[in-house]
């Protein structure tokens, strides 16, 4: 097991540098490189582009691990990529397709309900509106701005566990909820990293700055995190 280390001491605190975004983000495109892609990013990159499939996706992968989400999401688009694809399955096909996530029987009754909207009301196109996604019952903001960065191409920053934690530790914003991250990030990164952010920071959030025992000594940009109420750290 490796050693827990405490933390920079005054002296170390003293050498750090200001975060400077265009090299963080370049360090660590490379420092995630061994690890598996954020899954809405891995399906964009499959093809799967369009805001209805960000959606359904984004829908899935609510409390469900991103390796079982993607597996699930795969399978349903196997057979349907469109709101009047979705239509001509049954619920309890939907279901079955996308069993392995979680509250699966709830998600197949949601997403069939969003196709459905989306065929009366607007003609089978999701649009790419914030308040339209967010209509949508159980689609929050960080569904919302992912699918409008991914799908759609608007500057949008999903703020998740990861990039709520990451951000605040590094010492660059200083809030309570990833709710309040959204604004202060905008406030404080470049929008042409806005898409990109949670793309990066899902996996090094998982796999190097970890919410329990960060692996300080493994981060690129260690020099430019204030390791803000980090304890301990491999």
Request: aromatic fraction near 6%.
């Amino acid at each position: 097991m490796s050693p827990q280390i405490p933390v920079s001491n005054s002296s170390e605190e003293a050498a750090k540098k200001p975060f400077e975004a265009d090299v963080a983000f370049s360090l660590l495109r490379q420092a995630i490189a061994p690890f598996a892609r954020a899954a809405l990013f891995e399906l964009r990159d499959e093809g799967f582009t369009s805001a209805f499939e960000q959606l359904v996706a984004c829908i899935i992968s609510i409390r469900t691990y991103d390796e079982t989400m993607i597996v699930a999401a795969r399978q349903l688009f196997q057979v349907a990529r469109t709101p009047a694809g979705v239509l001509r399955l049954s619920i309890a096909e939907i279901d079955a397709l996308i069993s392995p996530s979680t509250f699966h029987e709830s998600k197949a009754v949601q997403i069939h309900e969003i196709a459905r909207k989306i065929e009366t009301e607007f003609g089978g196109e999701l649009p790419c509106d914030y308040n339209v996604l967010t209509s949508f019952r159980g689609v929050g903001p960080k569904c919302a701005n992912l699918i409008l960065g991914i799908a759609c191409d608007q500057p949008r920053i999903g703020v998740d566990i990861h990039v709520h934690r990451v951000a605040n530790r590094w010492g660059i914003i200083d809030t309570k909820t990833p709710e309040q991250s959204t604004p202060a990030l905008e406030e404080v990164l470049p929008q042409k990293f806005w898409i990109e952010l949670n793309e990066l920071l899902v996996p090094f959030g998982k796999h190097i700055c970890t919410g329990a025992l960060p692996k300080c000594s493994a981060c690129p940009i260690l020099q430019m995190c204030a390791q803000v109420g980090v304890t301990k750290h491999r």
